[in-house]
């Protein structure tokens, strides 16, 4: 396969878009700064998203006709700030994606436009400090007073207080805010409300107390603030009532039946949210691996001479590290990808919530493993802010538990598998009959594809007579089963789904892109790759023979081997730009380095555009004004 076809199936689409959004990224203001105080993080990160927004790449109107759009967009900041793509992803669709979706077209027509400008900022109330994983129990409340036609929101108490609200502290004047509406001494369940938090001159509005979070371990350009609400009078027209309403006569209706329910269908843009956060995270992988492998490639260690002789990649220990990272990049990358259309082009769909709940936590879990061992094995070298790991580990660990904790999301995604269960495949699963299948040689990507069914199929069939069973015993025995006893039961089903789906939409490339040796390779190896990582389970249950389990390590090991040739086009496919790579161990690190001995004493930034010598680092003064 050509590089061209290569990248193009990589990217997936809006492939024009992307390379003007990669130019633009190359303007001075996003090249990396280190050593800023915190407020110059804030003012950086937020004067980038002035940047952004004020190019016309941005527009909330992309969510009506191709959501890769806005996906695109987070996949091109990824690679360069996740501070800068936490606030476009809250202030583009938590909050002005809410607004457009929910809000009536008429009345916010101007906020619309206004946020699309990022005139208007905005931020998403929906986390209390006591309600996380539960925010259908969220206590901040929205009493409708009907004689003066408006809503009366308040934090009842110190865990009511919105927490980790992004854009809070510094810039938003709007908040979408979640609050459990009450009307006419009824509870009605959650709603969301806009409510104005902060004045032209953004002081705080009466009422709204707005605290900082502080320095975190990372992501410091986000100004993530606590939120208080005391007496705060919001029209009736400020309620989002897309499908509820109150009348003139202060009486509540609405389409959708239940508390819960209309819960669920108010965060709904969570879901594009997290394949926003999976699309910025993959890109973080993505530099990652390129750094990382780029170095392994130049860095020379001991060798049988005697000398420094020998690529860091020539050695099992570092290319068994990396290359089956770089298998597992690509094969989340199409499964992302195939998410990503599917959410784009399909209804909603029960197929649709499990990709996107799967996606967004394999993609944020390997992107957290990936950096980690990326910088560990890049040495001392990879401890350097310059070469990016420390923001992008900080930023995987942001993804892991934002907008639905990863852990929880993946319970989410085995309920539902279990939702699409009939009684005749639970009677087929107490016969045994989906297992039916033992592997006696793996020689084709297509015979793990089906162990790894295999798997999942095994898995599910245990959990489902588990719950059956349990339910039995009624709600609380069903809670006790699936939250005290079969908790890893439940990951790991939801972990086969996603392993299975991420392979079976690599070989969907295959197929479709024609015969490619080195792809047909990489798959071959994230599929050993996800045995390896399971050996004990096919073990167990007699999937494999011994002979077999055995192999299964060395031909991860000799895949990784038989790999290191085609690691710059693999890399290459990723579509990266040398201007967009600014870690110096991924360029010419030893001239970055004899720089440095010269220039005791100064803070530099590697200059990616010219790729020879660092420049002294300009910290312009930048400012809140918006």
Known sequence: MNLKKLKRLLENDNHDYREKLKLLMSDPIFTPRFELSLKEQRNLAFTRL????RSGMVDLHDFETDHRRIFALHDICGLIDGSLATKLTVQLNLFSGTVLKFGNRERW????????????VGCFALTELGYGNNAVA?????VYNHSLKCFVINTPSTLAQKYWITNGYCHAHWAVVFAQLKVK???QGVHGFLVRIRNEDLSPVEGVTIQDMGMKMGLNGVDNARLWFEQVMVPRDNLLDAFSTIDDEGNFHSKVEGKRNRFLKMADQLLSGRLCIASMMMAATKMSLLIALRYSQKRKAVGTDGESSWPLLNFELQRRALIPLLARTYALSFALNRAKNEFSFVENSREQIINCCAMKALVTWHAEHTVSVCRERCGGQGYLAANMFAEFLAGAHAGETAEGDNSVLMQKVAKELLSGISSVDLLRMKSKQYIGFKASKLTKTEEV??????????LKAHLALKMQKASRGGKEEGFRVWMMEESETVQGLAKAYGEHFALQSFLNIL????????LAKLAQLFAFQCLEDNLTLFWEQGLITRSLAKSVHMQVSKLSAELVPYVSYLLDG?????????APIARDFIVFNQCQNDNQGETYQFSAGKGTMPEILSRPQLSYSI
């Open 109 to 120: 027509q101007r906020l619309r436009e206004q946020a699309n400008r990022l005139e208007a």
């Open 50 to 53: 002035q940047k952004l927004f």
């Open 185 to 187: 001494g009824q509870s």
């Open 138 to 142: 969220m206590e901040t409340e929205a």
């Open 574 to 582: 990723f579509n990266i730009p040398e201007y967009l790579i600014h």
């Open 449 to 458: 594809l089906r162990l790894l069914h295999k798997r999942e199929d095994i």
């Open 511 to 518: 197929q479709e892109g024609g015969d490619d040796p080195v």
